[in-house]
C-alpha cells in the first residue's frame, strides 16, 4: 500500500492515510462479523454499530499513524520499534477515554 515507500518520520500526511485505511476496512469488516454473529432488532441498531466500531478503528489508524511518525521526526529515530510503541499508547490512550463512561 505504500506505507513502507518513504522512510519513518517523512511523509506523515500520507502515511496517516495509509493507516486510516487500513484502519477503516478493518472496522467494517469487524463490525459485518459483529452484526452476523449478533443480530441487532433494527435496521438502524445494525448501521450505528457499523458507524461506531468503523469510525474508531479509523480513528486509532490515524492516531497510529500520526503519532509514530511525529515520534521518528522529532526523535530523529527512523527505524527505531520506540516510535510505534509510542504510537501504540497514544491509540491505546484514546481507545480509553473511548471507552470510559461516567458511572451515574
Known sequence: MGYWNAPEGTACVEKTWITTKLGTAIGLVGSAYHIVAFQPETTMAA??????????????????????????????????????????????????????????
Open 47 to 104: 448501521l450505528q454499530r457499523a458507524t461506531t466500531a468503523t469510525v474508531t478503528m479509523a480513528s486509532l489508524g490515524a492516531i497510529f499513524g500520526m503519532a509514530t511518525c511525529l515520534s521518528a521526526q522529532a526523535r530523529g529515530e527512523a527505524d527505531d520499534p520506540l516510535n510505534y510503541f509510542i504510537g501504540g499508547c497514544a491509540s491505546g490512550a484514546f481507545l480509553g477515554a473511548r471507552s470510559f463512561r461516567v458511572q451515574t
